[in-house]
Nanobody, 129 residues
């Protein structure tokens, strides 16, 4: 059984930084791309960032580009999202997910949440102004 567990959320002031972590088990972690999505109250779940299975390519939503960095450690089965210069509009529940296709080399299909099959329970990020 595949399990995905996020951690690292919290309440911070605007301009602060947070590092979200995600641990996955039950699947060969190093074979699958990983993604971060977020969902604010009353809004649809949206793409934030993703990384290919081998960590060689990353992609970001325009809203976080330049402020966030995604990384993965295949030896530890973890993926992280470093978020800097946080804004109130970043407030949301952040979800980590595993891509359904192994060894997918491109980031082109990593932005569609329908291409992810296992999700974590989410971690709350709240940014106050």
């Amino acid at each position: 059984q595949v399990q995905v567990v996020e951690s690292g959320g919290g309440l911070v002031q605007a301009g602060a930084s947070l590092r979200l972590s995600c641990a996955a088990s039950g699947r060969t972690f190093s074979s699958y791309g990983m993604g971060w999505f977020r969902q604010a109250p009353g809004k649809e779940r949206e793409f934030v960032s993703a990384i290919t299975y081998n960590g060689r390519s990353t992609t970001y939503a325009d809203s976080v580009k330049g402020r966030c960095t995604i990384s993965r450690d295949n030896a530890k089965n973890t993926v992280a999202l470093q978020m800097n210069s946080l804004k109130p509009e970043d407030t949301a529940v952040y979800y980590c997910a595993t891509h359904r296709r192994p060894f997918y080399p491109s980031t082109s299909a990593l932005k569609d949440r329908n291409d992810y099959d296992y999700w974590g329970q989410g971690t709350q990020v709240t940014v106050s102004s």
